[in-house]
């Protein structure tokens, strides 16, 4: 029986560590912008304002457009997506010039949950690190626990727990913690 309660102690002691701080990225340095829902889209063919749409990306990732009908959109960079179009209305327009434009980034969003004066979703329109969401959603409330903030984070190898401790933050002792959030994350605030 001690054994086993130990065992679950080093488990949780290692679950409250969290996973290293994933390397910065290079100044200057970004990922590609990848389509998803319920991104709007403005597709402009050059000297055919009749195929020229503001499409919004369906539940089920598709987009419609004038000749072509439905087309996935979502997963597909804005460059990808102009070469889907491109090949697609080559059939019924002489060397077609498409341009993809996202209007609004809808799909890539941080939700902040728990000891903050507003949990919800923000826009991640732009960079942004852990401490700067939770100030746009009010700041910690009264029963906020500021040293067991964790920031979950979805990917394809599965999901990755980091730690941010405000505290060590502050004091200047955990500066990698205050990490860059990506689309999907969640930053949960324990009370």
């Known amino acids: 029986m001690a054994a086993i309660a130990a065992f679950v102690a080093l488990v949780a002691g290692c679950a409250g560590r969290g996973a290293p701080p994933p390397p910065e990225p290079m100044p200057g340095e970004r990922e590609a912008y990848v389509i998803g829902i319920p991104d709007v889209l403005k597709i402009v063919v050059w000297r055919n304002p ?3 749409v503001e499409v919004p990306v369906r539940r089920d990732g598709m987009i419609s ?3 072509v009908d439905d087309v996935q959109a979502e997963g597909l ?3 990808e997506l102009k070469e889907v179009l491109t090949e697609a209305l080559a059939e019924f327009v002489t ?3 498409v341009t993809v434009i996202v209007q609004q980034t809808n799909s890539h969003t941080v939700t902040v949950v728990g000891g903050v004066v ?5 826009p991640l329109v732009r960079q942004m690190r852990v401490l700067e969401a939770i100030a746009t959603m009010g700041g910690f409330n009264t029963w906020a626990k500021k040293d067991q ?3 979950i984070r979805h990917s394809g190898k599965g999901t990755v727990e980091y730690v941010f401790n ?3 933050f502050a004091s200047g002792k955990a500066p990698e913690s205050n990490l860059l959030l990506q689309p999907g994350d969640t930053v949960v605030v324990p009370e």
Not at 118 to 122: E, L
Request: glycine residues 8%.
């Open 50 to 52: 009749e195929l020229s």
């Open 95 to 97: 060397a077609p010039d």
């Open 166 to 168: 405000y505290g060590a």
């Open 149 to 151: 903030i964790k920031i």
């Open 77 to 79: 960079t804005p460059e």
């Open 65 to 67: 457009v004038p000749l």
């Open 118 to 122: 507003r949990s919800g979703q923000i």
